[in-house]
C-alpha cells in the first residue's frame, strides 16, 4: 500500500543507502511528535520516543511488507512506544505545556488581539483534547490532524474499526460538552 516515492526510498535503504532514511524522517517526525506528546504529555519524552521510533523503524524496515502505508506502521509503533514509555516510567502525566508567543512583526493593537484569541483558541483545543485518554487522544490527533482513515487508525491503536468509531464518538462528545460554552460565548460576543 506504500507510494511509489515511498517504495523506491526504501528500496535504496534496504540496498545500503542509509541518507534515504532522511526522507522518512522528514516526512513524518511532525506527526510521530504530535502522536508521542500527546500520550506521555512531556516534550522532552516525546522526542526521545520519536527518536526511538525512528530507530526501531530503521532497524524493523526489513520486516516491513507494505501491507499498510509506511506513515501507519511507524505511527503504530510511536503510539505503542509512547504507551509503553508510560508505563515504565509509571508516573502521573503532567497536563502544563509551555506556550511560547512571538509578537515580532505585529504592528497594530488589532492584529495582537486576533492573534491572542486565534492562540487562546488553539490552546483551549489543546487543553481540551489533553482531557481526553491517549487512545482517544490519539485517534482525535490521527483523524483530525494527520487525515488518516479509521481503517489506518484502527491499524496504528491495534484496535477493530467499530472500536475507533466509538472511541471517535466518544472524545467528539467530550470535546464538545468542554467546548460548547466557548463557543456559545464567542457566538454571543459576535
Not at 526522507?23 to 522532552?44: G, K, L, S, W
Not at 530503521?58 to 509506511?70: A, E, N
Not at 492573534?115 to 490519539?138: F, Y
Request: overall charge neutral; aromatic content about 10%; hydrophobic content about 40%.
Amino acid at each position: 500500500m506504500t507510494n511509489q516515492k515511498e517504495h523506491i526510498y526504501l528500496n535504496r535503504i534496504l540496498s545500503g543507502d542509509v541518507e534515504a532514511f532522511s526522507y522518512f524522517v522528514d516526512t513524518y517526525q511532525h506527526m510521530a511528535y504530535t502522536i508521542a506528546v500527546r500520550i506521555v504529555q512531556n516534550r522532552e519524552d516525546a522526542e526521545d520516543i520519536v527518536q526511538e521510533a525512528f530507530i526501531k523503524c530503521y532497524d524493523r524496515l526489513p520486516t516491513f511488507k507494505g501491507d499498510s502505508k509506511f506513515s501507519t506502521w511507524l505511527y503504530r509503533i510511536v503510539y505503542h512506544s509512547a504507551l509503553d514509555a508510560i508505563r515504565s516510567q509509571k508516573r502521573s502525566l503532567d497536563t502544563q505545556t509551555m506556550e511560547v508567543r512571538d509578537f515580532k512583526g505585529i504592528s497594530d493593537i488589532t492584529g495582537i488581539l486576533d492573534q491572542l484569541m486565534e492562540e487562546d483558541t488553539s490552546k483551549l483545543i489543546k487543553r481540551a483534547i489533553q482531557t481526553l485518554n491517549p487512545k482517544q487522544q490519539t485517534i482525535i490527533t490521527l483523524y483530525y490532524y494527520e487525515s488518516q482513515s479509521l481503517k489506518e487508525i484502527a491499524e496504528i491503536v491495534a484496535i477493530n474499526i467499530s472500536a475507533v468509531k466509538v472511541n471517535l464518538f466518544r472524545a467528539r462528545k467530550s470535546l464538545y460538552l468542554l467546548l460548547k460554552d466557548h463557543v456559545e460565548f464567542e457566538n454571543r460576543k459576535g
